[in-house]
């Protein structure tokens, strides 16, 4: 199994300019979400999705959508770039939304917006 | 918002060192969750604890969940190189299914 992979792993984006962030998981699991990380800060949750076809906003979700179209694929899309976005993206599965505890991080994708 | 706040942010050390550091939070939680992230990598569960007072252990890793359910500690014993690395602590109230992640502590280790 590869578990979680995430591309690009790098990306330098000029302000609204629009991109997608792919991630995909192959151990069937139900849920998935994405997380960014920004320097002196915690994780902090943009969507997440608990099933093919289901998705919902997280703690920072302004700027990002999502789909879910099947189980495996979560893309994050950035239909306008902003330097405010420069940040590194972490996606996560795990089997299910109550089984969080145990998710997988993928190696995460490092956005840069000028 | 919820509130996690970590210390210290970072921590220089020799090897063979003892390490702690400890997340507090602004409300209760009822699981408390440490993980650490290798340089380029996504952050990788070591210890999960559900339970006040609950002290659990992962090689030379411990972790207590602290009995005022407003804290948790993570303890290294004889630090390696290879435990270089961010921890992250994370927690989960009873209103809330999301997680809400500390800032990190930062650890070198110096052979």
């Known amino acids: 199994n590869a578990g979680v992979t995430q591309t690009p792993k790098f990306q330098v984006l000029k302000t609204g300019q629009s991109m997608t962030l792919q991630c995909a998981q192959d151990?069937?699991?139900?849920?998935m979400s994405w997380y960014r990380q920004d320097p002196g800060m915690g994780l902090r949750l943009i969507h997440y999705?608990?099933?093919?076809?289901?998705?919902d906003q997280g703690e920072v979700p302004n700027g990002y959508n999502v789909s879910r179209s099947t189980t495996e694929d979560f893309p994050l899309r950035l239909l306008s770039a902003a330097p405010s976005q420069t940040s590194v993206y972490f996606c996560?599965?795990?089997?299910?939304?109550?089984?969080?505890?145990?998710?997988?991080f993928g190696p995460g994708t490092r956005l840069t917006v000028l | 918002g919820q509130q996690l706040n970590q210390s210290p942010q970072s921590m220089f050390i020799q090897e063979g060192e003892d390490v702690s550091m400890n997340c507090t939070s602004s409300?209760?939680?009822?699981?408390w969750l440490w993980y650490k992230q290798d340089p380029g990598e996504g952050p990788v569960l070591l210890i999960a604890?559900?339970?006040?007072?609950e002290l659990t252990s992962n090689g030379r890793l411990t972790a207590q969940f602290g009995i005022t359910r407003k804290d948790s500690f993570l303890n290294i014993s004889a630090s390696i190189p290879s435990d270089v690395g961010i921890y992250f602590c994370?927690?989960?109230?009873?209103?809330?299914?999301?997680?809400?992640f500390g800032s990190g502590t930062r650890l070198q280790v110096q052979p």
């Open positions: 409300s209760i939680f009822n699981t």
């Open positions: 604890l559900y339970k006040a007072g």
């Open positions: 994370a927690g989960r109230d009873t209103g809330r299914r999301a997680l809400t």
């Open positions: 999705s608990v099933g093919a076809g289901i998705t």
């Open positions: 996560a599965s795990s089997y299910s939304q109550a089984s969080t505890d145990t998710q997988y």
């Open positions: 151990m069937n699991h139900e849920y």
